[in-house]
DNA sequence: ATAACATATCGTAATATTGCAATATGACAA
DNA sequence: TTGTCATATTGCAATATTACGATATGTTAT
């Protein structure tokens, strides 16, 4: 106990909702919407802007980076973020796929 | 330390993440997709369904009517489930505007 | 070489999550 | 009223997550 049983789902909802769980964290849905408004990739900014100390927002980094939702290239002492293109891309796949299959349902809920 | 700093994030990030987190779940997103697939709500077809132990699935369902993602009416011995349509919108909106706000930018990550 | 900077890793404490057995609750049927 | 069914709640053990201080690593500047 105290494990997710990932064995008994699909691969592909265990993928999605690895997705989700990363993006499920204020501090790394902030570190996602920064790069999404500054095009160009960020560096220790996150670090100054965001209220935690460097290892919490380096450790996040990471979680971010496993699942493959952001990559990091090292640039100088720095390191340069930016935002996964196949993963937006899945993102935007299965999240539209949810909401058209919602949207073709809903004549029917009657609770 | 241990638990999530909410207090320094915007309400709005805290409540997206809360969203995200609650569908971060294989068991939860496989419910959901139920919800998506009967369009007929469902009771303890997802106790059959899905194999995890009952009160477990019904923990699972709590996380995700607490976020307000479902909401259960009860229907004489068993209890209809179904989307709750706000927080269905809600997510078309914020993700809508953060693959919105990508394709937007991207002609710049140089990483 | 040394200092300064940016980032990562390690170790650890506090807390949260997951899962289940046991049990409670509440509705219907006999 | 008693039994049965569907669901919720409680209590608990195993594990995961969050956060941070201390420290390591690697790069640039002096």
Redesign the interface.
């Known amino acids: 106990m105290g494990a ?3 064995e ?2 699909h691969d592909q ?2 993928e ?15 570190i ?2 920064t790069l ?2 500054y ?3 960020v560096g220790n900014y996150l670090t100054n802007e ?3 100390a460097q290892p919490t927002i380096s450790q996040h980094l990471k979680v971010l980076k496993n699942v493959g939702i952001i ?3 090292i640039e100088g002492k720095s390191v ?4 996964n ?1 196949n993963l ?1 891309e899945r ?2 796949v299965f ?1 539209g796929d ?2 058209l ?2 949207d073709l ?2 004549t ?4």
């Open positions: 997710t049983k990932n008994i789902f909802i265990n999605e909702a690895a997705i989700f769980k990363a993006l499920g964290h204020p501090a790394r849905l902030a996602v919407k999404l408004t095009k160009t990739c965001i209220p935690l990559q990091g290239t340069c973020y930016c935002l293109h937006i993102l935007r999240v949810m909401l299959q919602y349902q809903q029917k809920c009657d609770c």
